[in-house]
């Protein structure tokens, strides 16, 4: 079903429903490029499969061609409004779901995964299932109850092995549900069509990999 852009309570937001009209939510958090049509497809693609999808515009439409441009863009960005503006995305998009009281998915991508991870760990009761592409977090996961699945680069120039080795070992000292995957050969941003690092033998394994581990956490996906 096409997906429209619709203002949220603190910026706007890209929503996509499936043909049925609902479903499970899913917020997918993108990269610094912003809310670029890649993203917006994650989105039609995950309506394709009978979830409710809403993107954030965390840039506030901005949205960067180079590496440089996006660290420029980002340190124009106060981290309190796309903190507010991802939590006013979880209240709306969980408005929109076959189940407005239940928990949802969160799926993001570099700077969206750390934000996913975050979310996650502030509203565990607001979160099923997350699911990580080539990001980390460095905060304390006590608190965290949902299920990750994290797809990671073999070489990755923004997450060094030893944080991912650190993050890894901070979740699993707490008894979290982690699943770590590592794709031989690729480099950050390889899931994304858009960028020269992609890698799409290893963005369709790890988009496989995305939808069993959402319908695993979530019975009525």
């Known amino acids: 079903m096409a997906g429209d852009d619709r203002p949220e309570s603190a910026g706007t937001a890209y929503l996509v429903r499936p043909e049925s009209g609902t479903g499970p939510g899913v917020l997918v958090l993108h990269a610094w490029w ?8 994650v989105c039609d693609q995950l309506a394709d499969e009978g979830f409710v999808a809403l993107a954030p515009d965390l840039l506030g439409g901005r949205q960067p061609e180079t590496a ?44 969206g ?31 965290l109850r949902a299920p990750v699945l994290g797809h990671f680069a073999e070489s990755d120039d923004f997450v060094s092995d030893d944080d991912l080795a ?33 890698d799409e033998k290893a963005a369709e394994a790890a988009w496989d990999r995305t939808l069993e581990f959402l319908r695993r956490a979530d019975p009525a996906a």
């Not at 750390?114 to 608190?143: E, H, K």
């Not at 650190?166 to 858009?194: C, I, N």
């Open 34 to 41: 912003g809310l670029t049509p890649f993203f917006k497809g």
């Open 68 to 111: 440089a441009e996006a660290e420029l863009e980002l340190a124009e960005v106060d981290p309190n409004e796309s903190a507010a503006l991802i939590l006013s995305s979880t209240v709306a998009l969980r408005s929109q779901t076959d189940d407005p009281d239940g928990p949802i998915a969160v799926i993001g991508f570099s700077m």
């Open 113 to 143: 995964a750390s934000w996913a991870l975050w979310l996650g760990t502030r509203q565990p009761d607001s979160v099923r299932s997350i699911v990580v592409y080539y990001g980390a977090q460095d905060m304390d996961f006590v608190d």
């Open 166 to 198: 650190f993050m890894e070992a901070q979740l699993r000292l707490l008894d979290k549900d982690v699943e770590f995957v590592r794709y031989p050969g690729t480099g950050h941003w390889f899931a994304e069509s858009d960028r020269e690092a992609h």
